[in-house]
């Protein structure tokens, strides 16, 4: 897999410190204005490498159960294949970053929400099927790489793919209950995550449930 490649900060502020990090640089917190901020320059992304030692804190918000809500932290503490451990084996990624594992949950094969090379203007299908504890669903996928821009972040200005996704699914082993998902993703390049993201999940007869999901922090071994 190639190497990601940050955009260039060095125009933007003194301050500002490129990381090396896996053989990839990665955007530290911008000390200019998001106005001052050049605009993002496209590229055809590749998959991330990821490394021992590398972190991502997320912070996590549900408007409808607040009490849901949480900042946690994600370490790379092992790669295994072309899987990267996170947490010692708590959550893990597959070859494009996309989640297999996370806690007593888990998808397969994945959950689908980024493919590479990357580019502006691909789309995609896939289907999972989901498990946590004895529920069980299975997921029809539609995803949209719709733009590449600048995002503004708790962690700092990134260049970003804009990914609209939108899942249908359904109850599976037997369950009842069905539904739809919209989802709006930023993508870093940079970090090798997605660094920002929008869903809504709409069960048929439930309220909606809106949840924000947004990189707080990113780190790597010195």
């Known amino acids: 897999m190639k190497q990601r490649i940050a955009h260039d900060l060095a125009a933007l502020a003194p301050a500002a410190v490129l990381l090396l990090c896996g053989g990839a640089y990665a955007q530290t917190v911008p000390?200019?204005?998001?106005?001052?901020?050049?605009?993002?320059?496209?590229?055809?992304?590749?998959?991330?490498?990821?490394?021992?030692?590398e972190q991502w804190t997320f912070h996590y918000e549900n408007a409808l159960e607040p009490a849901k809500n949480a900042t946690y932290t994600q370490t790379v503490s092992r790669i295994d294949g072309d899987r990267a451990e996170l947490n010692r084996g708590a959550s893990v990624l597959d070859a494009n970053g996309?989640?297999?594992?996370?806690?007593d949950a888990s998808y397969e094969p994945s959950d689908g929400k980024l493919r590479f090379p990357m580019r502006v203007g691909d789309k995609w299908t896939s289907s999972y099927t989901?498990?946590?504890?004895?529920?069980?669903?299975?997921?029809?996928?539609?995803?949209?790489?719709?733009?590449?821009e600048g995002v503004d972040t708790a962690a700092g200005h990134f260049d970003a793919y804009k990914i609209e996704q939108v899942v249908a699914w359904r109850a599976g082993g037997g369950g009842r209950g069905e539904g739809s998902t919209r989802e709006t993703d930023?993508?870093?390049?940079?970090?090798?995550?997605?660094?920002?993201?929008?869903?809504v999940d709409q069960a048929t007869h439930a309220a909606p449930t809106t949840t924000h999901v947004e990189l707080v922090r990113f780190s790597c071994p010195q």
């Open 98 to 103: 996309n989640l297999v594992k996370i806690g």
């Open 130 to 148: 989901y498990h946590t504890g004895s529920w069980e669903s299975i997921g029809q996928r539609q995803t949209s790489v719709v733009g590449f």
């Open 186 to 199: 930023w993508y870093a390049p940079a970090v090798g995550r997605i660094v920002k993201a929008d869903f």
């Open 31 to 53: 000390t200019v204005p998001a106005s001052a901020v050049q605009p993002a320059v496209e590229r055809v992304a590749s998959a991330a490498t990821y490394i021992v030692g």
